[in-house]
């Protein structure tokens, strides 16, 4: 039975996922979108198991896809994948080693890791020099997704940097945990370093039918909904300003699930 249930559990993640793959394909047809920030307001809403959630889908749809470590404070993706690297980010930047080198593969075919070495002095330094800016050229260049987890934005000034390289940016939203002010901050922060914000990931979501789901944010900061997709523990709204209300009206935001 718990078996079962595990891999019902594993199914419907896969389909969020591909869900959210589609949901940023659609969200930007003339201009393809092929480097991605992941990010959230605050910690523990499950940035990166979104972020590896959403590159398996990528992998499995056949495009290659590689996730870098942008999260200098508390390094998470190599444990998670089971991968371990000769070296990361750093090793590149200072010419010690090789893209080439520290790419490394991960038990799903078409995706790849670069990892970042641990108690890097100074990361947003890092992420704004010049030779990350090269280093990431080099990697969109390489692969045909390149996903950038990065620290919570409300926090550290990391995913803002980031967001200026890459194509878009997604928030991650916890469900019942992430209040509407800490968005709405997380979101304009994004916006003035002039990023591309393509929409929230709400993340942890109860299941409770098979409709679409309509949620938004109260005065209060609770997550209200009229519904939820079965098959959803994340899902992706289009426009965050839908999901906030803009500074305070209640706009319902919609996500259509995978067909």
């Given at each position: 039975?718990?078996?079962?249930?595990?891999?019902?559990?594993?199914?419907?993640?896969?389909?969020?996922?591909?869900?959210?793959?589609a949901?940023?394909?659609f969200a930007?047809?003339?201009?393809?979108?092929?480097?991605?920030?992941?990010t959230?307001s605050?910690?523990?809403?499950?940035?990166?198991?979104?972020?590896?959630?959403?590159?398996?889908?990528?992998a499995?749809?056949?495009?290659?896809v590689?996730?870098?470590?942008?999260?200098?404070r508390?390094?998470?993706?190599?444990?998670?994948?089971d991968?371990?690297?000769?070296g990361?980010i750093?090793?590149?930047?200072?010419?010690?080693?090789?893209?080439?080198?520290?790419?490394?593969?991960?038990?799903?075919?078409?995706?790849?890791?670069l990892?970042?070495?641990?108690?890097?002095?100074?990361?947003?330094?890092?992420?704004?020099?010049?030779?990350?800016?090269?280093?990431?050229?080099?990697?969109?260049?390489?692969?045909?997704?390149?996903?950038?987890?990065?620290?919570?934005?409300?926090?550290?000034?990391d995913?803002?940097?980031?967001s200026t390289?890459?194509?878009?940016?997604?928030l991650?939203?916890r469900?019942?945990?992430?209040?509407?002010?800490?968005?709405?901050g997380?979101?304009?922060?994004?916006?003035?370093?002039?990023?591309h914000?393509?929409?929230?990931?709400?993340?942890?979501?109860?299941?409770?039918?098979?409709?679409?789901?309509?949620?938004y944010?109260?005065?209060?900061?609770?997550?209200?909904?009229?519904?939820?997709?079965?098959?959803?523990?994340?899902?992706?709204?289009?426009?965050?300003?839908?999901?906030?209300?803009k500074?305070?009206?209640?706009?319902?935001?919609?996500?259509?699930?995978?067909?």
């Amino acid at each position: 039975m718990a078996r079962s249930r595990n891999r019902s559990l594993k199914l419907e993640t896969q389909n969020a996922a591909k869900t959210l793959l589609a949901n940023i394909r659609f969200a930007s047809v003339d201009n393809p979108i092929s480097s991605l920030v992941v990010t959230s307001s605050i910690p523990n809403e499950g940035k990166s198991t979104v972020s590896v959630n959403l590159a398996e889908a990528i992998a499995t749809s056949g495009k290659s896809v590689l996730l870098v470590e942008c999260d200098f404070r508390n390094r998470s993706l190599a444990d998670m994948l089971d991968v371990r690297a000769p070296g990361g980010i750093y090793a590149v930047l200072s010419e010690e080693m090789s893209l080439d080198q520290v790419v490394a593969s991960t038990s799903v075919p078409n995706m790849y890791l670069l990892d970042v070495e641990p108690h890097i002095p100074n990361p947003a330094d890092v992420l704004s020099s010049k030779r990350f800016r090269s280093m990431a050229n080099a990697l969109e260049e390489r692969f045909d997704y390149v996903i950038y987890d990065t620290p919570p934005v409300g926090t550290f000034v990391d995913a803002a940097i980031l967001s200026t390289l890459a194509d878009g940016a997604v928030l991650v939203v916890r469900e019942n945990f992430t209040k509407r002010d800490s968005i709405l901050g997380a979101y304009d922060q994004l916006k003035k370093a002039g990023a591309h914000v393509i929409g929230v990931v709400m993340n942890y979501c109860e299941s409770l039918s098979n409709e679409y789901y309509y949620a938004y944010y109260t005065q209060d900061g609770q997550f209200d909904h009229a519904s939820a997709p079965s098959d959803s523990s994340m899902f992706v709204a289009t426009d965050v300003r839908r999901v906030s209300g803009k500074h305070g009206s209640s706009a319902p935001a919609r996500s259509q699930r995978a067909r």
